[in-house]
């Protein structure tokens, strides 16, 4: 008995590369932006984060250089570093519950805020 042999033939697959900045991973952010190049907004947490420990660092974006603050649950402003392009504020002592934040920048004589994020902490 002689064995038949088959071709198969394989499709010839091109080869497409990825955009890297389409793979890119972009927190949510909710940036409030004025008309020109003037924006704030909370990445994170972000909005609805549920918080199981008694630290946590808020970053905020902006297009500010300077006096960049948050208030949490309505108390008074307080200010932020920056570092590694964004604005930082570590937060502890807070207790469990809801809680919001907004941030602040300062442009001249006026102030833009972030739209308020809320957030629970079950500590």
């Known amino acids: 008995m002689i ?6 033939r394989k499709k010839r697959v091109s ?4 955009d890297p900045a389409a793979s890119k991973v972009v927190a949510s952010s909710s940036k409030t932006e004025a008309p020109g190049k003037n924006y704030v907004g909370i990445d994170f947490p972000q909005e609805g984060e549920i918080l199981t420990s008694g630290q946590y660092t808020l970053r905020i974006s902006t297009s500010a250089t300077e006096g960049v603050e948050v208030s949490i649950d309505g108390k008074g402003w307080e200010p932020c570093r920056e570092c590694v392009g964004f604005w930082w504020y570590d937060w502890s002592g ?3 519950g809801a ?13 833009m805020k972030s739209k308020a994020r809320s957030l629970t902490a079950i500590i």
Do not use: D, E, L
């Not at 064995?3 to 198969?8: D, I, N, Q, S």
């Open 99 to 111: 809680h919001t934040v907004v941030a602040k920048i300062s442009v001249g004589k006026r102030s």
């Open 94 to 96: 807070f207790g469990a």
């Open 15 to 18: 080869a497409v590369k990825a």
């Open 3 to 8: 064995a038949k042999k088959t071709m198969v």
